[in-house]
């Protein structure tokens, strides 16, 4: 994608323009632009990457970090981060940016405008259907974070779809979303066949495929059946699993060293999803945009040493615990463990060196020459281990022990781990602990671990740990939502949980 992306999306869209506060019930203006756009397939490839520009913006964002309530940290400075892993959000307030879906729904209005409109271009039959399958995917995945992330709202299906709206079920949402997918997976091509307008061939894995769909409908499914209780959908997960799992296309890198040193930075073939970056477009985010900004000084970050005082860390005691000693993930993900770990406490802190992120850029000139600029790294929204874990989740659900232990076992085995063995107790808690292993600081991924399987108060802290089944139903394991929800819209309602603190 060119940086000229980001110019047409706002030129050409001028005329769907309006303020966050009011996204819902700001009637949209047509103008000459809007009626004289839509031609060619030049206009409606520019439309699309147009609406990556805005997907990668705010799915790239460090907000989404802010909004993960389950991340495998012993320490956070951020205080209000800090707390909200015992669910304690006390540190924010109804105009705390963590908690507006403002920018999710800019993606929806932007990929309705393309799905109402694709129609009046020339296109041949297999590009409508490329850019059709984009446009239908990215709002899908979109509404797929809405619903984990909030719960009910509002369900805007249309670049007309105005006025005041109050909040739908999740589920119907889901409904919808499972819709959106399917269709997705009908009218893409798979990742080998995509082709821009030209005809050249795309290795950028932001754009969506056939593969990408499939991944993203297995977690809905897994979501309706396990967060949802609604345990008929397993089946339906486990069959779009598979075929990503048995798509050529992709495939698991050798070992955990190469997760760190090719998935990570991205465009591997073990990369299903991710959201793309470049340094030499201009495309890039500052390094404290990544997790890694955060997490990782020493070895990777210049100018540090062991003793670099760290503001976010995992301690020794907790990767000694959750690695075994012949785990390669322990010596790839955490520099020297074993040796560090022998250290001082005044210099190491008592915990782990962060290494996943291995390539970081650095200013060459300037007055920040030699400092940190950005890392050669996508953001991995979903890579196959994950899926074939979640499908291990899944066939353990459905008592498929056999295929759920395959499925656990190949990434163990790639970890240099033992194969699972009944002694070790429930093969599902097995299966979710080798989840955070392998997965571990993705955002948002063992969140919502917990909550799929409800499992929150179990392995989270603080106040997750005393939950009634009445508090989950009441909404506490979703964000409460902020004061522009409510904005010119006296339907929207507080979710239940969060009425009192959160009061509008």
């Given at each position: 994608?060119?940086?000229?992306?980001?110019?047409?999306?706002?030129?050409?869209?001028?005329?769907?323009?309006?303020?966050?506060?009011?996204?819902?019930?700001?009637?949209?203006?047509?103008?000459?632009?809007?009626?004289?756009?839509?031609?060619?397939?030049?206009?409606?490839?520019?439309?699309?990457?147009?609406?990556?520009?805005?997907?990668?913006?705010?799915?790239?964002?460090?907000?989404?970090?802010?909004?993960?309530?389950?991340?495998?940290?012993?320490?956070?400075?951020?205080?209000?981060?800090?707390?909200?892993?015992?669910?304690?959000?006390?540190g924010y307030t109804t105009s705390s940016p963590e908690l507006s879906w403002a920018n999710e729904y800019k993606i929806i209005a932007q990929a309705n405008l393309i799905i109402d409109n694709i129609d009046r271009a020339n296109l041949s039959q297999d590009r409508y259907n490329f850019y059709l399958g984009q446009a239908l995917y990215l709002r899908a995945y979109t509404y797929f974070q809405i619903i984990r992330l909030w719960g009910d709202a509002p369900l805007v299906i249309s670049s007309n779809d105005i006025g005041q709206k109050g909040r739908t079920p999740w589920k119907e949402i889901a409904s919808f979303i499972i819709n959106d997918l399917v269709k997705a997976v009908q009218l893409l091509p798979s990742v080998d066949q995509l082709r821009d307008s030209k005809g050249n061939i795309i290795t950028n894995k932001q754009i969506p495929c056939k593969g990408i769909a499939n991944a993203t409908l297995a977690h809905a499914y897994a979501w309706l059946a396990g967060f949802g209780k609604e345990p008929m959908?397993?089946?339906?997960?486990?069959?779009?699993?598979?075929?990503?799992?048995?798509?050529?296309?992709?495939?698991?890198?050798?070992?955990?060293?190469?997760?760190?040193?090719?998935?990570?930075?991205?465009?591997?073939?073990?990369?299903?999803?991710?959201?793309?970056?470049?340094?030499l477009l201009g495309e890039y985010k500052s390094y404290a945009g990544y997790i890694a900004g955060a997490i990782q000084r020493w070895p990777i970050q210049p100018n540090t040493t062991p003793a670099t005082k760290r503001n976010y860390r995992i301690n020794n005691t907790t990767v000694a615990n959750l690695y075994s000693k012949n785990d390669l993930r322990r010596t790839a993900y955490f520099k020297d463990f074993e040796q560090m770990a022998e250290e001082s406490s005044a210099i190491t802190q008592d915990a782990a060196y962060v290494q996943i992120w291995r390539y970081p850029i650095i200013f060459n000139d300037g007055n920040k020459k030699g400092q940190m600029k950005t890392y050669d790294a996508n953001e991995i929204i979903f890579r196959l281990a994950d899926i074939i874990l979640l499908r291990a989740e899944m066939k353990a659900a459905t008592n498929d022990l056999s295929g759920a232990k395959s499925d656990l076992n190949i990434i163990r085995q790639r970890a240099g781990v033992d194969d699972y063995t009944p002694e070790e107790g429930d093969l599902r808690i097995a299966i979710q602990l080798e989840r955070d292993k392998e997965l571990i600081f993705q955002c948002l991924v063992r969140y919502f671990d917990n909550m799929r399987n409800h499992t929150y108060n179990k392995n989270l802290k603080g106040n997750f740990l005393t939950l009634s089944e009445q508090d989950v139903l009441n909404g506490a394991l979703f964000l409460p939502l902020p004061k522009v929800a409510f904005n010119n819209n006296p339907a929207m309602k507080q979710t239940v949980y969060w009425q009192i603190q959160f009061r509008i």
């Amino acid at each position: 994608m060119k940086k000229i992306i980001l110019f047409l999306i706002i030129s050409c869209f001028s005329f769907i323009q309006m303020s966050c506060d009011d996204f819902l019930t700001q009637e949209p203006e047509t103008s000459a632009t809007n009626i004289n756009f839509w031609k060619t397939e030049q206009d409606v490839e520019s439309a699309v990457y147009g609406l990556h520009t805005v997907f990668r913006d705010a799915i790239g964002s460090y907000t989404q970090y802010y909004r993960d309530r389950g991340i495998l940290l012993d320490y956070l400075s951020l205080a209000k981060w800090n707390k909200s892993q015992s669910n304690d959000l006390s540190g924010y307030t109804t105009s705390s940016p963590e908690l507006s879906w403002a920018n999710e729904y800019k993606i929806i209005a932007q990929a309705n405008l393309i799905i109402d409109n694709i129609d009046r271009a020339n296109l041949s039959q297999d590009r409508y259907n490329f850019y059709l399958g984009q446009a239908l995917y990215l709002r899908a995945y979109t509404y797929f974070q809405i619903i984990r992330l909030w719960g009910d709202a509002p369900l805007v299906i249309s670049s007309n779809d105005i006025g005041q709206k109050g909040r739908t079920p999740w589920k119907e949402i889901a409904s919808f979303i499972i819709n959106d997918l399917v269709k997705a997976v009908q009218l893409l091509p798979s990742v080998d066949q995509l082709r821009d307008s030209k005809g050249n061939i795309i290795t950028n894995k932001q754009i969506p495929c056939k593969g990408i769909a499939n991944a993203t409908l297995a977690h809905a499914y897994a979501w309706l059946a396990g967060f949802g209780k609604e345990p008929m959908y397993y089946t339906k997960g486990i069959e779009a699993a598979t075929a990503v799992i048995n798509d050529p296309n992709y495939g698991l890198v050798v070992n955990p060293e190469e997760v760190c040193t090719k998935v990570m930075r991205g465009n591997s073939k073990e990369s299903i999803f991710e959201i793309t970056y470049s340094e030499l477009l201009g495309e890039y985010k500052s390094y404290a945009g990544y997790i890694a900004g955060a997490i990782q000084r020493w070895p990777i970050q210049p100018n540090t040493t062991p003793a670099t005082k760290r503001n976010y860390r995992i301690n020794n005691t907790t990767v000694a615990n959750l690695y075994s000693k012949n785990d390669l993930r322990r010596t790839a993900y955490f520099k020297d463990f074993e040796q560090m770990a022998e250290e001082s406490s005044a210099i190491t802190q008592d915990a782990a060196y962060v290494q996943i992120w291995r390539y970081p850029i650095i200013f060459n000139d300037g007055n920040k020459k030699g400092q940190m600029k950005t890392y050669d790294a996508n953001e991995i929204i979903f890579r196959l281990a994950d899926i074939i874990l979640l499908r291990a989740e899944m066939k353990a659900a459905t008592n498929d022990l056999s295929g759920a232990k395959s499925d656990l076992n190949i990434i163990r085995q790639r970890a240099g781990v033992d194969d699972y063995t009944p002694e070790e107790g429930d093969l599902r808690i097995a299966i979710q602990l080798e989840r955070d292993k392998e997965l571990i600081f993705q955002c948002l991924v063992r969140y919502f671990d917990n909550m799929r399987n409800h499992t929150y108060n179990k392995n989270l802290k603080g106040n997750f740990l005393t939950l009634s089944e009445q508090d989950v139903l009441n909404g506490a394991l979703f964000l409460p939502l902020p004061k522009v929800a409510f904005n010119n819209n006296p339907a929207m309602k507080q979710t239940v949980y969060w009425q009192i603190q959160f009061r509008i």
